[in-house]
């Protein structure tokens, strides 16, 4: 099955400074991969994801890129606000069609 | 439209209690799933349901049984509580299958004791 790994576990940075999320995944096959931002004590909401057949995307200051070649896919939000403080999880879809997700990034956006 | 909702929101339990936990979904949705949350852990996948009347394991079913009689609701259910169950429990949906969008409930904290 897939198996997802996620770096760093906890990433402080500063206000206005950028925060880079990196994943791993085992499964060749695997062909969408979502992130997840869960605020302290809430759900997980979606805020991006990407499918395998793209290598970038973008929506305002968050962006994914997607390496299928070196099986891994990252994160990036620019111009981090203390509205961006939580945790992020990326996942991965394998080709049996479940849902693999990583263990999950704690930011802390300090001003 | 309320999405997905779950109660309880908190429940404790002893050991060797049963319970179940309940999710709706106001959203149409053909699939279901239930999910775990650990410390460190991410969100694991316990149970899902691809459309009423269907149900099928997860990466983590042991100890857990589900049932998806109606659409709208998925029930969790736990027949003889163990410590090791105490986590957060989230229920999610989506429209389609696990390749899109899933809308999160608010979660269930279940301890056992």
């Known amino acids: 099955g897939e198996n997802v790994e996620q770096h760093p576990s906890t990433l402080s940075v500063q206000e206005g400074d950028s925060a880079v999320i990196k994943c791993t995944y085992s499964?060749?096959?695997?062909?969408?991969f979502p992130w997840y931002k869960q605020e302290l004590g809430k759900r997980p909401q979606l805020i991006i994801d990407?499918?395998?057949?793209?290598g970038e995307k973008k929506d305002q200051r968050i962006a994914v890129t997607l390496n299928k070649t070196a099986k891994h896919f990252s994160l990036h939000i620019t111009e981090t606000q203390p509205e961006d403080s939580a945790v992020y999880f990326c996942?991965?879809?394998?080709?049996?069609?479940?849902?693999?997700f990583g263990a999950g990034t704690q930011v802390v956006v300090t001003p | 439209n309320a999405g997905v909702t779950q109660t309880p929101k908190f429940r404790v339990l002893k050991t060797g209690q049963s319970m179940t936990l309940l999710c709706a979904q106001d959203?149409?949705?053909?699939?279901m799933y239930w999910y775990r949350q650990d410390p460190g852990m991410g969100l694991r996948l316990i149970h899902y349901?691809?459309?009423?009347?269907?149900?099928a394991k997860g990466e983590v079913p042991d100890g857990y049984n589900v049932s998806r009689l109606k659409k709208q609701n998925f029930l969790l259910g736990l027949e003889s509580a163990a410590p090791s169950q105490t986590s957060v429990y989230f229920c999610a949906s989506s429209y389609q299958g696990l390749s899109y969008e899933q809308y999160f409930g608010p979660g269930t904290r279940l301890t056992v004791t």
């Open positions: 959203m149409n949705h053909e699939y």
């Open positions: 990407i499918r395998s057949n793209v």
């Open positions: 349901s691809v459309g009423e009347g269907t149900t």
């Open positions: 499964d060749s096959a695997s062909n969408y």
């Open positions: 996942a991965a879809v394998d080709s049996w069609g479940k849902l693999q």
